[in-house]
C-alpha cells in the first residue's frame, strides 16, 4: 500500500513558478516509479511527468518540457513538480501517482495509487 498526499496548489499569476509537492508513505519512494498527472473539468487525467524508481531517469509530456521538472528527496519520501513559467492552460488539479512498481505509468488506467490532488489556478 502506498498513501500519496499533495500540496503547494494555489493561485497564481502566468509567467510565475509554483512547486508542487508530494508526500508518500507505507513504501520508500526509491521502490517504484512516481508520476504526476493533471486534470480539468470535463477531461480525462493526463499524464504530465514522471521519475524513475531509481531517480535515474525523467520522462516528460511532450506538452510541458521545458518548464516542468520533476524531483525527489528520498530522504523525505517526497517527490516534486517544479513548473515554471505557468501559462492559464496549466490550470488544473494536478496529482501524484504511482502503480506501485518500478514502471512508469503514463496511463491513468494504468495507475495503482492517487493522491486527492492540488488545484493550481494560473490567471492571465
Known amino acids: 500500500q502506498v498513501q500519496l498526499v499533495e500540496s503547494g496548489g494555489g493561485l497564481v499569476q502566468a509567467g510565475d513558478s509554483l512547486t508542487l509537492s508530494c508526500v508518500a508513505s507505507g513504501r520508500p519512494v526509491s521502490t517504484y516509479a512516481l508520476e504526476w498527472f493533471r486534470q480539468t473539468p470535463g477531461k480525462e487525467r493526463e499524464f504530465v511527468a514522471a521519475i524513475r524508481w531509481n531517480g535515474n531517469g525523467t520522462h516528460y509530456a511532450d506538452s510541458v518540457k521545458g518548464r516542468f521538472t520533476i524531483s525527489r528527496d528520498t530522504a523525505k519520501n517526497t517527490v516534486y513538480l517544479l513548473i515554471n513559467s505557468l501559462k492559464p492552460e496549466d490550470t488544473a488539479v494536478y496529482f501524484c501517482?504511482?502503480?506501485?512498481?518500478?514502471?512508469?505509468?503514463?496511463?491513468?488506467?494504468?495507475?495503482?495509487?492517487w493522491g486527492k490532488g492540488t488545484l493550481v489556478t494560473v490567471s492571465s
Open positions: 501517482a504511482t502503480g506501485g512498481s518500478s514502471g512508469v505509468q503514463t496511463t491513468a488506467s494504468r495507475v495503482a495509487y
